[in-house]
C-alpha cells in the first residue's frame, strides 16, 4: 500500500474510532493492521501523516500497526476477539476467513 492510500485508510479508522466514541460507553475498538509498504514512509513517528490521524489511540495501544504479524491468520482470527477482518481479497485471506 502505498502512503496515500494509507493515509486513507487511517482515516476510515479515525471516522470507526469517532464512531465508536460517541456511540458507547467505554469503547473498546483496538485495531491490528497489517499493512505492507509500498515506498518509504512512517506511520508511527509524531508528526507523519498516518501518526497524525491515529496519535490517540495509538498512544493508548489501541492501534498496532505492523509489517508482519508472526501468528497464523486463522489464529487470529479464531481467537474470539475479532469482529471484522478486511483483507485484499486473495484465495488465502478468503479460506482463512472461512476456517
Not at 460507553?25 to 491490528?32: G, Y
Not at 508472526?70 to 474470539?80: C, I, R, T
Request: proline share 3%.
Amino acid at each position: 500500500m502505498n502512503e496515500e492510500s494509507a493515509l486513507q485508510m487511517a482515516m476510515a479508522f479515525r471516522m470507526l474510532f469517532d464512531y465508536a466514541e460517541r456511540t458507547q460507553e467505554k469503547p473498546r475498538l483496538q485495531v491490528l493492521w497489517k499493512l505492507s509498504r509500498w515506498g518509504e514512509f512512517d506511520v508511527d513517528v509524531p508528526g507523519c501523516k498516518i501518526y497524525d490521524v491515529l496519535e490517540k489511540e495509538m498512544g493508548e495501544g489501541r492501534v498496532r500497526i505492523e509489517d508482519w504479524i508472526a501468528a497464523e491468520p486463522h489464529s487470529v482470527l479464531l481467537s474470539g476477539k475479532v469482529v471484522c477482518s478486511v483483507n485484499h481479497g486473495g484465495a488465502n485471506s478468503f479460506f482463512e476467513a472461512l476456517w
